[in-house]
């Protein structure tokens, strides 16, 4: 269909001249017309009939102009709550009191059948001017509020920057710690406080959230059923919540065998609080993970990243997001491919190992723990991620993220409550 060919709508201002016009030119046409010879009555029921519609149509139109009026004072008398202006409050209070008395006044015409307008196509017309300045009124109230809210919002955004400047500043005085502690003697590794792996902690759970949100919308191009995909995951997930289940997938996979000293790939052992935490050293001080690999491709944090890729990236999942296994096979043969989707995959597997290395440079050393499902909520040892809402029986529907004992101190592991 054309869109083109068909007659725009009218505005109600527009609707209003339209019938004021109609019954100003049927009334003229009636006093113009010349009366025919013969005793023939002029159609006087037709003629009063449209007569009462006219009066109706003018009747309602003053009904719906004052309801406008009330609204916009109303809007107003809110507006001024926020901030206190007595002024305003009193100005559209008055307005709300007078609108109300007439509408009781046109209630009562209505009652006692007095609907006698001297000019009611003027009547229309002014009744529409003043709905529209009502909604005027009304839209620039809007308006206002909306601007105080960006304005809100812009401070916000101010106060969340400088947090982030002030974690940022503190993420590197816990770097710089981490690198004067860099050497063979025991004794520097006593400086390591909880604080120093809960840092390095939230750096790892910043990567794995990065990497999950950029796998999900891999899935959602490629055509996955992302809420039945997350319920085969976790089935008691509830539409608004399917990010959770997907992130305790991946983490699940990435930190299986956290606790083993090597994560349980290499059967290696023995190692030495120093050696752990001068492979922390080491691969925290690389450029990027791709390029570390590639300068060591036989090194355990490039075995690392390959072993923990073809666990989490099934063959199914890779040839429905890439149309073919060609990303499994290239690092399965040992290859580090040039892809965006290996890149970040590499650096959340780099803040996982970063963090294995840490806990290991702990004396006792650092030790990973999952709640599980149906387990009683505990604020001791778990933290919720949907603590939103309110349940009957708090249990523990499944561990998004797992939780660390750093010697006495518990870093909450995060839980998905049902």
């Avoid at 206002?144 to 002030?166: V, Y």
Wanted: glycine share 6%.
């Amino acid at each position: 269909m054309d869109l083109s060919v068909l007659p725009p709508k009218k505005t109600k201002l527009a609707q209003a001249f339209a019938t004021a016009l109609r019954a100003r030119a049927r009334k003229t046409r009636k006093h113009n017309e010349s009366p025919k010879t013969g005793p023939i009555e002029p159609p006087k029921a037709t003629s009063h009939a449209l007569d009462n519609k006219l009066l109706e149509e003018a009747f309602l139109a003053k009904v719906f102009a004052n309801i406008s009026a009330v609204k916009a004072a109303y809007a107003q008398l809110q507006s001024a709550q926020f901030p206190y202006d007595p002024d305003e409050i009193q100005f559209a209070d008055g307005i709300i009191t007078s609108e109300l008395n007439k509408l009781s006044e046109l209630k009562q015409h209505y009652a006692n059948n007095v609907l006698d307008e001297l000019t009611p196509e003027k009547t229309l017309l002014l009744c529409e001017i003043r709905e529209l300045d009502s909604l005027l009124v009304t839209y620039r109230v809007t308006c206002e509020k909306l601007g105080s809210q960006l304005r809100l919002k812009d401070s916000e955004i101010i106060f969340l920057r400088e947090k982030l400047a002030e974690a940022k500043g503190h993420n590197d005085l816990l770097q710089s710690r981490f690198l004067s502690l860099g050497g063979d003697n025991n004794a520097e590794l006593s400086g390591l406080l909880p604080s120093h792996f809960i840092g390095c902690l939230q750096e790892a759970v910043n990567s794995v959230r990065g990497f999950t949100r950029l796998l999900v919308d891999k899935m959602g191009f490629a055509g996955w059923d992302l809420e039945l995909a997350a319920r085969s995951i976790q089935p008691g997930i509830k539409p608004g919540h399917l990010c959770y289940a997907f992130e305790s997938f991946v983490c699940r996979e990435m930190f299986d065998g956290f606790n083993g000293r090597d994560f349980s790939l290499f059967g290696k052992e023995k190692r030495s609080r120093c050696t752990f935490f001068e492979r922390f050293l080491e691969v925290k001080k690389s450029i990027g993970p791709v390029d570390y690999e590639a300068r060591r491709p036989d090194s355990e944090f490039a075995a690392f990243c390959r072993g923990k890729y073809l666990r989490l990236m099934r063959p199914k999942l890779e040839r429905s997001i890439f149309g073919s296994l060609e990303l499994r096979e290239s690092v399965d043969s040992g290859e580090f491919p040039d892809s965006p989707f290996w890149g970040a995959f590499c650096e959340m597997a780099k803040g996982i190992w970063l963090l294995h290395c840490l806990a290991m440079s702990y004396s006792p050393e650092v030790s990973v723990f999952r709640v599980k499902e149906r387990s009683r909520f505990s604020e001791v040892y778990m933290e919720s991620v949907n603590d939103d809402e309110a349940f009957p029986v708090v249990n523990v529907g499944f561990t998004v993220l797992p939780g660390f004992m750093v010697d006495r101190t518990v870093v909450q592991c995060q839980v998905y409550l049902c």
